[in-house]
């Protein structure tokens, strides 16, 4: 009698055992994603949705209430001067930025393929930049451009070169700001360009020797429409990241001297946990949002062109 229960037991995990092997079976794909879609729920759109919401809130640290304003937020930070200024700073952190470090990338990674000799350790001393924090470069190079005790004026002294003081000036600030995110960023533009250069088919450019096309209608003509997707990944990768720009520049100035380099991440920043204003500082990163979003899709309208 008492071995009933058991067997009723038994069954009943078997029972069990059995409707969760199928379930498994059934639902594979979705278990196999489920962490990645958690973390992407909780990381990126859970946030997304949260600053919506706080964009139209008349939102303080400390208070118990958030009552809805409608678009007094976007309203408030688009008759700011201090954030129409930010907003001109970033287009042109963004511009310079990309740019230039796409040329010297690409050219970099051109360059590579005619080295034979000693290519890993160029390999090595190119992408090193890179695997540095973005706030140990600036704290480094804060120190190199020190007007009193840095690198950078005994160098300008070997050639005869007038002293500098590139962070203490509106005029030079953002430009020597963006020297060294050039310097760290060209690395990461060069090793995705360099790993597609890398991949491209030989038969076009033997095929254009022998009719004989130079270098440059070589690169016109072939290097760059076959280096399309990989550009698209790099112009995408490094707009995102150019426009969320704030570790290396709070560092460095802190969006000083007299507000020549403070960019919209820094505006953001500074009326939402300095001020405590979260909805003026969400409806400022909406607008950021929104900006980088046009500047995406102006890519891809060309690019996708390109490849069609």
Aim: proline share 6%.
């Amino acid at each position: 009698m008492g071995s009933k229960p058991e067997l009723t037991v038994a069954r009943e995990g078997q029972t069990w055992r059995a409707r969760y092997q199928r379930f498994a079976r059934e639902h594979a794909g979705f278990l196999w994603v489920a962490p990645a879609l958690f973390t992407l729920l909780a990381v990126i759109i859970y946030p997304m949705i949260y600053g919506i919401y706080l964009s139209f809130v008349d939102m303080n640290l400390g208070q118990k209430e958030a009552p809805f304003i409608g678009l007094d937020n976007f309203i408030f930070v688009l008759k700011d001067d201090v954030f129409l200024n930010s907003i001109s700073k970033t287009l042109f952190y963004v511009a310079v930025s990309v740019s230039l470090t796409f040329v010297f990338g690409l050219g970099l990674a051109l360059l590579m393929q005619k080295i034979h000799w000693g290519r890993t350790i160029f390999h090595l001393i190119l992408i090193a930049p890179m695997a540095i924090a973005p706030p140990v470069v600036g704290l480094t190079w804060r120190w190199i451009y020190n007007p009193l005790f840095g690198l950078l004026n005994p160098f300008l002294g070997l050639f005869g070169l007038p002293q500098q003081a590139p962070l203490g000036s509106p005029d030079s600030a953002m430009e020597a700001i963006l020297v060294v995110d050039i310097w760290q960023w060209t690395s990461l533009v060069f090793l995705i360009l360099y790993a597609g250069v890398s991949t491209l088919p030989r038969e076009p450019y033997e095929a254009a020797d022998l009719d004989g096309a130079g270098p440059w209608a070589m690169f016109w003509r072939i290097t760059l429409p076959l280096l399309t997707p990989v550009i698209l990944v790099v112009l995408v990768l490094r707009t995102v990241d150019a426009f969320r720009t704030f570790d290396l520049i709070n560092v460095m100035t802190a969006g000083g001297p007299a507000l020549s380099t403070e960019v919209m991440s820094l505006y953001i920043y500074r009326v939402g946990f300095k001020f405590f204003q979260m909805g003026r500082g969400a409806a400022a990163g909406q607008i950021m949002l929104l900006g980088a979003g046009v500047i995406l899709g102006v890519y891809f309208r060309f690019l996708y062109k390109e490849l069609d």
